[in-house]
């Protein structure tokens, strides 16, 4: 079975500048769970409980096609005296089970994280687990409200002050909602990344450097890192190559063919076929989408229904076109096409 690794918290500007994805860059898992990451981001989430969900044992029982093939990302660990050992493996553990969202309510993935965690610890570290976890989704939430409310503001990404701003609101928030030593844990490695996406702007906007100058100033920071963020910097710099490449062959009239022939030679054959299964998965659920959109919009243009009963259309024709799972998701993604300019 193959590990997965996915952010769920919302990412910050910084990150887009660069190309930085943070620790999740390659697909790991079936390309499926890689599906619904960028469509969901551009809404708030939507982190408001819904009722009753099916009871878990251990939390892995009927895992949503995104998660089949996996395992989880992480183990959760207790002490010797039976209390919840903090580290960056809790994190992952959330995020795994997390990343379903639209594909199962909150409701379903929370009870999910809350049976794994009494199956993995102690009651007493079980406890602290599941306080945790409220904590985590309620900075989740949070996040994403501060991520809508800068979408709204002039787009000023290019300024690192404006950027620094943003980072230290982030990182504000984050002390609002935990504890110093699990900020610690968690996000480390990301205020790391950050700083070195902003120091980066700095050198690539300093017009009295020479070219030989920046590239060698590029380089010290990165030297300046740990040593297994230097293997998330590789596998940026591979992820920043393979999307200029793409955009290049794209333009140049490059076939899936060839594309293939490019993923392969910068990720080897297994991530390229994985890459081309999620274009394809992508493909079919943009035109499914495409296709709901105009109908949903010809069922808004007809005149002599009241609100009620077009709403009622609506939600009944929707459950027509998708399955339970997708409904979620699909909400989200009329939101975001209604607010379309």
Do not use: C
């Not at 009927?62 to 209390?83: C, H, K, R, W, Y």
């Not at 903090?86 to 409701?107: H, K, M, Q, W």
């Amino acid at each position: 079975m193959k590990r997965f690794m996915v952010a769920l918290s919302v990412p910050i500007a910084l990150a887009a500048v660069v190309g930085f994805i943070y620790l999740n860059k390659m697909p790991r898992n079936r390309a499926e769970s890689f599906s619904t990451q960028k469509e969901s981001t551009s809404s708030a989430v939507d982190f408001t409980l819904e009722p009753a969900s099916p009871a878990f044992i251990t939390g892995l029982e009927q895992l949503p096609a995104s998660l089949q093939g996996t395992e989880v990302d992480g183990t959760l660990l207790a002490d010797d005296n039976g209390n919840l050992i903090i580290n960056p493996d809790i994190r992952r553990v959330f995020d795994y089970f997390l990343s379903t969202l639209g594909a199962e309510s909150l409701a379903q993935i929370e009870q999910r994280l809350r049976a794994h965690i009494q199956h993995q610890l102690p009651s007493n570290a079980a406890h602290q687990a599941e306080q945790l976890l409220g904590k985590y989704m309620a900075l989740n939430q949070a996040l994403s409200k501060l991520e809508l409310s800068e979408e709204s503001e002039p787009n000023t990404l290019l300024e690192t002050g404006v950027l620094r701003e943003r980072l230290l609101s982030i990182q504000s928030l984050r002390r609002e909602y935990l504890p110093v030593d699990v900020i610690d844990a968690f996000y480390a490695d990301d205020d790391a990344l950050d700083q070195l996406a902003l120091a980066r702007i700095d050198i690539m906007q300093d017009n009295e450097l020479s070219e030989g100058e920046r590239q060698k100033a590029l380089s010290d920071l990165e030297f300046s890192l740990p040593p297994h963020l230097h293997r998330v910097m590789s596998d940026l710099n591979k992820q920043q190559q393979l999307t200029t490449s793409t955009t290049r062959l794209r333009n140049n009239g490059g076939t899936d063919a060839d594309l293939y022939l490019l993923r392969e030679s910068i990720y080897g054959s297994g991530a390229a076929e994985r890459l081309a299964v999620l274009d394809e998965l992508r493909q079919q659920w943009q035109t499914r989408m495409t296709r709901w959109l105009q109908e949903r919009n010809s069922l808004m243009a007809i005149s002599g229904l009241d609100d009620t009963d077009r709403q009622q259309q609506i939600d009944r024709l929707r459950r027509d076109h998708f399955e339970p799972a997708e409904l979620n998701r699909v909400k989200i993604l009329e939101r975001i096409h209604n607010s379309a300019p």
